[in-house]
């Protein structure tokens, strides 16, 4: 997974590149995990528009950086799905607790 | 039964990737729709990972079977391991349970296996391993 981060004040933008399962979830969740060390992050936007594949592998990932985020008072916002993530994401009710756009 | 092909490998997770590919080259054949490709390579790699999680623990010398056979339209997909198998199997298709929530599991595999193909079928047993089996109509968009 390649990873591009910017940050700007307390938002943190996070553009993913690659397929988002279960063998590349580790190494994903820890890059995200570090740049979220830096506890100034309080809007963390996850672009999964440059992500070909994601499973239920992936949205363990999206749904534990959620609750890191909820934890500090701060939140997550999506964007970018592909129809098929879109599609993950309604049926396990994501956007019920994620922002998108 | 018109065409099939049978793959075994190492329980790695990099050929999580390879059985989507595998599967998808052989659906190809059968001409689908993108979108039915894409929820395929999805399916498949639920049932893999899976096997490749909770079958083995951490044995990564086990071996999976990913079976793609093709009738007509219809495409059937087995992925077969010999792990420790699954007690509760009504328990385990339901959406969100999860047996190792520590681990950032979702539980949602078997839904997305279900909600991505047309049927979704369950063989599995304590100590003698899992075999789903998955099946999908493809081309249904091209009307042929
Ligand atoms: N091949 C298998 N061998 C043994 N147990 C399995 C196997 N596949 C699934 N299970 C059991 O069924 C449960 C549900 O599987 P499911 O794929 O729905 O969720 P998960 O794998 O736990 O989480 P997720 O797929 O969202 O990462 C698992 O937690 C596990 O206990
Ligand atoms: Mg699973």
């Known amino acids: 997974m390649e990873i591009n981060a910017s940050k700007r004040g307390p938002r943190l933008h996070v553009k993913l590149v690659g397929e988002l399962d279960h063998h590349s979830a580790e190494q994903t969740r820890n890059m995200l995990d570090t740049l979220l060390k830096d506890i100034t992050v309080r809007d963390l936007t996850i672009d999964l528009s440059g992500v070909s594949f994601?499973?239920?592998?992936?949205?363990?990932?999206?749904?534990?950086?959620?609750?890191?985020?909820?934890?500090?008072?701060?939140?997550?916002?999506?964007?970018?799905?592909?129809?098929?993530?879109?599609?993950?994401?309604?049926?396990s009710g994501v956007y019920a607790i994620v922002d998108r756009v | 039964m018109d065409n099939w092909m049978e793959l075994t490998f190492p329980s790695l997770s990099i050929n999580e990737g390879f059985a989507r590919s595998a599967t998808a080259a052989f659906a190809a054949l059968l001409d689908p729709t993108i979108d039915e490709l894409s929820d395929l390579r999805t399916a498949v790699s639920e049932a893999v990972t899976n096997a490749i999680i909770h079958a083995y623990g951490n044995d990564r010398s086990a071996m999976i079977t990913l079976r793609c056979e093709a009738e007509g339209k219809k495409l059937r997909v087995t992925v077969k391991d010999t792990g420790c198998g699954i007690a509760d199997i009504e328990l385990a298709r339901r959406p969100f349970y999860t047996s190792k929530p520590e681990l950032e599991r979702s539980g949602m595999g078997f839904a997305v296996m279900e909600a991505f193909t047309d049927s979704l079928e369950i063989e599995s047993a304590p100590g003698e391993g899992t075999t789903v089996i998955m099946e999908k109509e493809l081309g249904r968009a091209s009307g042929n």
């Open chain 1, 54 to 91: 994601m499973d239920s592998a992936g949205l363990g990932v999206i749904l534990g950086r959620y609750r890191i985020l909820s934890m500090r008072g701060g939140h997550l916002t999506v964007t970018g799905m592909s129809g098929a993530i879109d599609k993950i994401f309604r049926m």
